[in-house]
């Protein structure tokens, strides 16, 4: 008699989860995006966007900007913003260069999900800072609005070095899930179309426009490549590629979706008191908290979420290509310090640091730098969005306009300043294009974001955000990375890949100029031995000052244990 075959383990069911970019990095400040019955006046946008000359359902900036009645560089700002988000990386607009973008268009229903979740309200940090002393010397209360604002400053964060002091991805993660169980019904009649009948019933969704959902929700784990979502969907999974699928009923769509978002919520919740109660969980979508591992853990860089770089402390930090199995990263709570990123990514938000150098490798959709304070960014991007900082100078390379919303004060920007081996490979990977560079074109909203769930004084919300100045030409320097690996890997850069202005170029030149000419001035100096040691020593010591007043002395923590 033989033995019954051994029986196959069940695959583990895909299991839902939110879309966390257009959370983070696709909400815009403005209010005319936002809608209080969003329903009932998208519908009558996305019929209006139908009726209008279009591709396949896509339209141009200038329809848009008709449409919803904002400016043309807030419409081409939607869109730009919109194709930074989009859940397909071979979508005609993730693709276009910057001049064939209005050629191109954006799909109406894309749009209609993107204006839609502008009524989203992101999670509240919790909890205050105790200790008044450390605020006070980090965040001083020089701005009208402090007293309004204050709530999602570096206040909290600071000096805390712990994550405990904002949304942990599982708290933010619940909090979308929450969002999207309010307003799904909503969605789906947006995406669905009237057929002859009553009820709930005369409304179906085809598998293309139930592709769209795809913009704020997926199937499968953390960080791994995502599928279509209609082949997790039990009512499409089966449809034959050369034949159109059968709509379905909006009804049973709705349900489904409401189904998983709940079970979705349930695992969080277990996950939550498994903690709770000291019990050892893993789980592939699980956090890592620095601080629950190790008190000298500085990075979690788990495939299946964001690598965190965090608590970082007066000392230099890098991160390179191979040690990042991610392509989001966030650096959180790092003070006096200088973080090097190395590495061709997707996102980078840069949270609540303060006094450091954070160098950001190649970052193909969008970077996010929020409740900062004397903070020096240098990053080659596609774009980037600036909210609530003070004293920071951004050196960039960056496709589009960089964004500046918020209470921002004394912020510069300057064009991009260093270079590594691997850069001009990174760019490409990413595409990232050399020119055109627009960092001097910053683009200033609202001084209150809608989003962050405060409450504001009368008026606020209609003042516009300061915007960054230009850096001096003759403050602007060259930044040099280290080699810091014996047999790095080489790469073609060598270089500076981005083009200087002029102004900044003939500063740059005459600073090097002036620098030959005062060491040959020293050099031929007529000095005894005894007042050639005395000057040596004056200039250690103003040496020694500068370094501590301009904060380059951040830049020698790498020699501390060598």
Known sequence: MTEPPPEQPQPQPLRLHPRREPFEHGLIPLQKLIFTDATQTLTSIRDKLLQSPNTHNRINSAIVAETLQIAPDHARLVIDTIASVLYSDSDPLVVAKPDEVDAVGVNVYDLVMFLYVQSYKRL???????????????????????????????????????????????????????????????????????????????????????????????????????????????????????????????????????????????????????????QSQSSPDQDVLMTDVSPNFKASTSGKGPSFIEGISKQSYVKQAHELKGSFVKV???????????????????YGCSDATIVLGAVGKAVRIEHCERVHVIVAAKRICIANCRECIFFLGVNQQPLIVGDNHKL??????????????????????????????????????????????????????????????????????????????????????????????????????????????LKEAPLEDSKKKELSSALHVYFKDWLYASGNIRQLYCLQGE
């Open 124 to 278: 509240l940090v919790k909890g205050g800072h105790k200790d008044s002393v450390a605020v006070a010397d980090v965040w001083p209360s020089t701005s009208a609005f402090d007293g309004f604002l204050s709530a999602l400053t570096p206040l909290q964060l600071v000096r805390s070095n712990s994550r405990r002091s904002m949304p942990s991805q599982s708290d933010e993660e619940a909090h979308q899930l929450s969002y999207l169980q309010k307003h799904i019904g909503n969605i789906i009649s947006l995406l669905a179309d009237s057929v002859e009948g009553e009820g709930e019933e005369s409304l179906v969704i085809t598998m293309e426009k139930f592709e769209h959902l795809a913009f704020l929700i997926y199937f499968g784990e953390k960080g791994l490549e995502k599928t279509p979502l209609s082949q997790n969907a039990p009512f499409f999974a089966n449809s034959d590629s050369s034949m159109p699928a059968v709509p379905v009923p909006a009804s049973q769509v709705h349900d489904w979706i409401l189904q998983n978002i709940s079970n979705a919520l349930d695992r969080i919740s277990e996950r939550a008191a498994a903690k709770e109660n000291g």
């Open 332 to 350: 959180v709570n790092c003070h006096e310090s200088v973080i090097y990123v190395l590495a061709p990514l997707k996102y980078a938000t840069v």
């Open 412 to 521: 510069q920007v300057a064009p991009y300043n260093t270079f590594y081996p691997q850069l001009e490979e990174h760019m490409k990977q990413v595409g990232i294009d050399v020119a055109p560079n627009r960092w001097a074109e910053p683009i200033a909203l609202g001084l209150v974001d809608p989003h962050d769930n405060l409450s504001h004084p009368a008026g606020v919300s209609d003042c516009q955000t300061e915007s960054a100045h230009h850096l001096d030409p003759d403050q602007f320097t060259n930044f040099l990375i280290p080699n810091w690996l014996e047999g790095q890997a080489s790469g073609p850069t060598k270089d500076n890949p981005f083009p200087l202005p002029d102004v900044y170029l003939s500063s740059q030149r005459r600073n090097e100029n002036n620098l030959v000419e005062v060491k040959q001035i």
